[in-house]
């Protein structure tokens, strides 16, 4: 039966395809296939050398799992050397984290969590030098990703001042924040001497490409920051030429394959000028591969669905989301 | 030929401002756009230097690429770790990156001597062609080597980037017959500060990483000018640049003096940097 994506809007399944198709009855192909996303993780994370080292054989039984452990392991082990955080900052982010990702799971909202920062563990504060500190940025201002967020705003007094929501779009890992997209995503500083809250992070990023953990997202979320930073990225990338090989200039930046792409240059200190500020082009690389790996995923396991455990076929018949539950209705209707 | 009277001059600091955006790139692309093409790739749809081989990845390289590289793009660690490889020189690479901030801020065709308030540069590079041209093998695009100024990402001269070798291998020297556009891919820029650096390092007092960046800027820092404000001035923008690109200059990947005594000779780092996309 053919999976159609439509619903969640225009250019979803365009942007799906950017990353291919993946049948996820076949272990070569999800071997294949995640190995491959994995890859382009570590390239823009600085990882690659660490997952190389950490590859797990192509017989492991559930090669998706094999490799998101992989991955998670070469993430961990490169962050070693990297700065550090206060280990109070990192332990609360931490905390934090874990607390976020529960509720997120709850709502079904994994991909951006927004939360009252008070009900959350210390309230979202850390102490340093005697002070109160906010342990992330109040990223409520308009960005890439949305027009902002009120709400659940704090109903506790802030010991270290939130008057906003704490809003995490930790679907895009490292970049976390929708009005602050650093060269170096924010979350990849998450990391201390004894603490590293950004590899839970990108676990959880990562984890959208499991199918149970997929179908648990409610994809109108995602869809709705996807257009969101589809129509404020498009007319950036429209001024850009289209990478053509042996035309090519060295240190122009390109459109290549969907993605940027700098001839003989660092994509690293590339960036598009945009309304809604400066957008580096590795963080507009990973957050639309992150965004065609959920799309991709999402529709690999609805084309895959009467193959996988109950359970996960479960989870798509009684979801909320009503583009999801028509879907897996007509499979199973077709057997 | 002297190595002072040849080198003097290349690296001059570029006052490169902020990290790229697309503007920028633009922006450093704009006079290199109009250079010729190189020899033996006339083909006229075909940009200049479109044939080399594409930036080294990590799979290109056996050293770490995590550990004390600081904000150094992780796309350029590659590069910078494979001249360490080449040149066997250890702890280069790290240096090579801190020299690349300021003389690019990593934008591999940053470029001095397009703009009319980069005089100095083009005078720069008149000079060294104007002075050193009857004494090194003629360059086939000499004349505009000597408008050129300086570039790429280590901020080369042009007359000197492409007489890169020529004290080793003489008229076999690899760039003689390359525009000086040439400077812009940063596989050829790598050659031309490899071989620079081991000269430095070779034919001069070098008492720490530090000397360095000073002889880079200019070797008679490291005789006569030793000591002078300028060579302080360059040793303190050197250290302020290593803090700022997050560089422990103390850490077990870069020794306290760098030695350059492996070094294989010109061909043999040319073909592993360059290969064969160039002649």
Known sequence: ?335 | MSSRNTWIGLGTALGVTGLAGGALLYSRRASAAQGPVLSGAPDPGTAPGSDFLPLPTAADVKGDLSRNWGEIPFDLRALLLLMEEASQIPGSGRVFGVIAYRESRYVTTAHNGNAANEEDERDGSRRAYKNNKDRNPALRFGDQAAEFGSGGLFGALAPYFLWTGVPEVGAKAPLLNAPPEIVFQPRAASFGAAVYMQRILKHYRVDDIADIKAGWANPSFLTTGRGSESYKNVRSRFIADVEAVGIDLNDATIPAKLNASAWPGVPAVFARLVGKGLV
Not at chain 1, 5 to 16: E, K
Not at chain 1, 93 to 106: D, I, K, N, Y
Not at chain 1, 130 to 137: D, E, L, N, P
Not at chain 1, 240 to 265: I, M, T
């Open chain 1, 1 to 335: 039966m053919n999976v159609d994506l439509s619903c969640y809007g225009g250019r979803i399944a365009d942007t799906a395809d950017l990353v291919g198709d993946c049948d996820l009855r076949s272990p070569t192909e999800v071997y294949a296939w995640v190995r491959l996303e994995w890859e382009a993780m570590a390239a823009v994370l600085g990882f690659t050398q660490q997952f190389a080292a950490n590859l797990p054989s192509r017989a492991a039984i559930s090669p998706m799992a094999a490799l998101q452990a992989a991955g998670i392991a070469a993430y961990a082990a490169s962050l070693r050397h990297t700065a550090k955080q206060s280990e109070n900052q990192a332990r609360t982010q931490s905390a934090v984290l874990q607390q976020m990702v529960a509720t997120g799971r709850e709502r079904g909202e994994l991909w951006r969590v927004s939360v009252d920062p008070t009900t959350l563990p210390t309230g979202a504060c850390y102490e340093d030098q005697g002070q109160a500190i906010r342990a992330f940025y109040p990223d409520t201002a308009p960005g890439y990703f949305g027009e902002g967020w009120d709400g659940p705003r704090p109903r506790a007094e802030s010991a270290c001042g939130w008057q906003t929501p704490l809003v995490l779009h930790l679907g895009a890992f490292p970049w976390v924040y929708s009005s602050r997209l650093d060269a170096t995503g924010p979350g990849m500083r998450w990391v201390s001497a004894s603490a590293q809250p950004a590899v839970l992070g990108l676990q959880l990023a990562a984890s959208l490409m499991e199918p149970a953990t997929n179908l648990r997202q409610d994809a109108r979320q995602v869809a709705a920051i996807f257009h969101h930073f589809d129509t404020h990225t498009q007319p950036l990338l429209a001024r850009l030429p289209v990478f053509q090989s042996g035309r090519a200039e060295a240190g122009r930046l390109y459109r290549r394959g969907g993605f940027l792409y700098v001839h003989q240059g660092s994509l690293h200190v590339a960036a598009l000028d945009g309304p809604r500020g400066q957008l580096p082009a590795p963080a507009y690389n990973h957050i639309l591969r992150r965004f065609a790996c959920f799309f991709a995923i999402r529709r690999a396991t609805l084309r895959a669905l009467s193959s996988l455990p109950a359970s996960v076929q479960e989870l798509a018949m009684t979801s909320t989301d009503p583009c999801l539950r028509e879907q897996a209705t007509a499979i199973r209707r077709a057997g």
